[in-house]
């Protein structure tokens, strides 16, 4: 039995950051985010983006009700405020936010924080509470 998705055009399956839509989430200032995998490309159970969030900017104080996020970081410097506990990230370094759990994410330094983004289950915009 198959389970592909007949409304969904099977090229967007393979997504790239380049034609991945742009867009600057809510609550963020200095940030650009690009969806790779989402329900628009087929996904039911996670979505994955790429972020670039320019220095000094980044996520006010905010928590995902029932939504994990995951980043691994992939260039810049980040400083991370999560269950307490404040942190400073560069690449191949990552951080877990449990859903419901206060985080902060701001980039440091001089170059722009380019990071990728891991949500169970997909996050869309509207599961953002502001702390």
Not at 11 to 21: C, D, N
Not at 22 to 27: L, T
Request: proline fraction near 8%; charge should be negative.
């Amino acid at each position: 039995m198959s389970t592909a998705k007949t409304d969904i055009d099977p090229k967007m399956y393979f997504m790239t950051e380049t034609r991945a839509a742009a867009y600057q989430p809510r609550g963020h200032s200095g940030t650009v985010n690009r969806r790779l995998v989402s329900p628009e490309t087929g996904a039911t159970q996670m979505e994955v983006l790429i972020g670039r969030i320019e220095p000094g900017e980044g996520a006010s104080a905010h928590f995902h009700p029932g939504i994990d996020q995951f980043c691994w970081m992939l260039e810049g410097r980040a400083r991370v405020e999560v269950g307490g506990l404040t942190q400073e990230i560069g690449p191949e370094e990552s951080v877990f936010f449990p859903a419901d759990m206060p985080h902060t994410f701001t980039a440091i330094g001089d170059t722009p924080v380019r990071v990728l983004i891991c949500y169970g289950p997909p996050y869309g915009e509207g599961a953002r509470v502001e702390c």
